[in-house]
């Protein structure tokens, strides 16, 4: 015989189908390291960032802005970037805002550690090859060989109070991308070269450079993409009041 469900059992199974759903874009989420060529239409692309600008942001405020970088603009930028990074051997310009502390504690600094001990290691580059860990660096500014750039900016009147909301928009455009087969790596490393992203997009000077995201097809077959990172269990960093 077929269950009769009513219509409360009904909205509790499409309830149950949407968390599945929901839960596995989640925990399934990984940043991508080495991306296939294949494009991404833009069309694509800006469905994306529709569906993430449903993040939610202080007073509703959406002070974010999103530059999509493909093809010519994209690689005039990686250029760009290496140029500076060859010309050099000194650290590149302070970022305008800064992800990172400015002294490493633990537990901090050991999953830091960890994470590039376990790529590093899948990609066969010993400590000390600082050779080795100088090419995978740049290979960050070259979008890991994606199709798409974002670079994430913010009015800077906004900064740093808008931070939080970029952050969970940034999170809602790669669960978004994910959701259609899409993966991403959010990447802080752009964020020393504001100037020349500044030059490179026309920035104006009311904008502060954030973050860069790659976005493109996972090449499934490439070892930097076996990384599975570690999550502490909520119960090891939450706290119950009754």
């Known amino acids: 015989m077929t269950p009769d469900f009513s219509s409360a059992d009904a909205g509790n199974l499409e309830k149950t189908s949407r968390q599945v759903a929901i839960d596995e874009v989640i925990t399934s989420r990984r ?5 296939l060529p294949g494009p991404i239409p833009i069309e694509t692309v800006m469905e994306v960032l529709d569906v993430a600008a449903r993040a939610p942001s202080g007073h509703n405020t959406q002070a974010w802005n999103v530059h999509v970088l493909v093809e010519e603009a994209l690689r005039r930028l990686s250029a760009s970037i290496l140029e500076r990074l060859d010309a050099t051997e000194s650290a590149p310009d302070q970022p305008e805002f800064d992800s990172y502390p400015t002294e490493w504690i633990s537990p901090y600094i050991d999953r830091r550690r960890k994470v590039g001990k376990d790529m590093y290691t899948l990609l066969g580059i010993p400590r000390g090859d ?3 860990m100088r090419t995978q660096l740049f290979k960050n500014y070259t979008f890991f060989g994606a199709p798409v750039g974002l670079m994430f900016t913010l ?23 994910l959701a259609r087969g899409i993966s991403t790596c959010p990447q802080a490393a ?5 100037r020349i992203i500044a030059d490179q997009l026309c920035l104006s000077n009311d904008q502060v450079v954030i973050c860069g995201m790659s976005m493109g097809y ?6 930097v993409n076996q990384v599975v990172t570690h999550r502490e269990p909520a119960s090891s960093f939450s706290f119950v009041h009754g």
């Open 218 to 223: 996972a090449d499934a077959t490439a070892p």
């Open 190 to 194: 752009f964020a020393p070269f504001h």
């Open 155 to 177: 009015p800077r009147i906004m900064v740093p109070g808008s931070v939080l909301d970029l952050g969970m928009f940034m999170q809602s455009v790669m669960l978004a991308a």
């Open 130 to 132: 600082t050779a080795g």
């Open 31 to 35: 940043s991508v390291r080495q991306f």
